[in-house]
């Protein structure tokens, strides 16, 4: 009787198996048509001699110790990302935790606030730096204005000076910060009151409550916060680009090729590198190397952070 069942068990056990394909086809699709197949591209160009025009030929591991130990930009690019990666994401975790808890303890006029705060998030990348570049002009910015009114005598350059143009940038990703309000103003109106009311019984102060309450119930969402800060800020391009070519003065017109950085390379990015090589000197193995070695520094990083021994995530979560 077993026997004579088989054959219809296999049939069914074969149309559970396609109807979950199925089910699966659009995240498979997805996956191989914007994850696998580039990142597999990417590795087989970065092996190769190809300007875009004609046939790519092998070159083994020249583009690798071009970019790894010849390229003089590739350092300071590097250097530039990881300094934003490690201060524009703890300070936007920080500065968005902050206002969340801000907004969440206003009692009047908090839809206002909330509006306020998150408006400048809707800002597009180019119109918020452009913006930012004007204010901070050292010549006629309304900022170093108010900094000279108040006896400032020597107020900062801010994008003109290679020490200030990268906290400049973080200034300006603070402004836009709406967005991780919105996270962690959700998180903590989450939190059950009546812990906070146990807290308060027993003697716990406004620092214990954080430590004790708010944060445990958080850090999932502080995890996802640093993570997803990460891989953003790693592929950091459009504000300092333009941050850089507005500073600059230089005009830009038709066939007008600018290098990024400016000042002195200090806005610089390996994902502004990236594009430099590849669609202005039409270096395509060595943009490739960079754009791997970019997801490779992503991805460790990404991991160390997963790990619960980073200590962002208590052992339960």
Known sequence: MALSHAPELRRKHRRTRLRTLGFLSPWLVGFSVFFAYPLIATVYFSFMHYNQIKEPTFVGLRNWTYVLTQMPLFGPALWNTLWLVVVM??????????????????????????????????????????????????????????????????????????????????????????????????????????????????????WARFRYVTWPSITPIVMFAVVTGVVQTMQYYTQALVAGKLASGVSVGPGTVIQPGYPDHATLTVPQLVYSLGFQNFNTGAACVLSLVLFAIAMAVTTLLMRKRAGLLSAED
């Open 89 to 206: 994401v703890a300070l936007r975790v920080v500065f968005g935790l902050g206002i969340g808890m801000l907004v969440t303890k206003i009692k009047t006029g908090v839809g206002l606030f909330r509006t306020a705060f998150y408006v400048p998030y809707l800002a597009p990348p180019v119109a918020a730096t452009v913006a930012f570049v004007f204010l901070l002009s050292p010549g006629s910015g309304p900022v170093n204005e108010i900094l000279s009114a108040l006896g400032i005598d020597s107020p900062p350059t801010w994008f003109n000076d290679p020490a200030w143009a990268k906290p400049s940038l973080v200034m300006l990703s603070l402004w836009g910060i709406g967005d991780l309000m919105v996270i962690f103003m959700a998180a903590l109106l989450d939190v059950p009151k009546e812990q906070y009311e146990a807290a308060e019984l027993d003697g716990a102060g406004a």
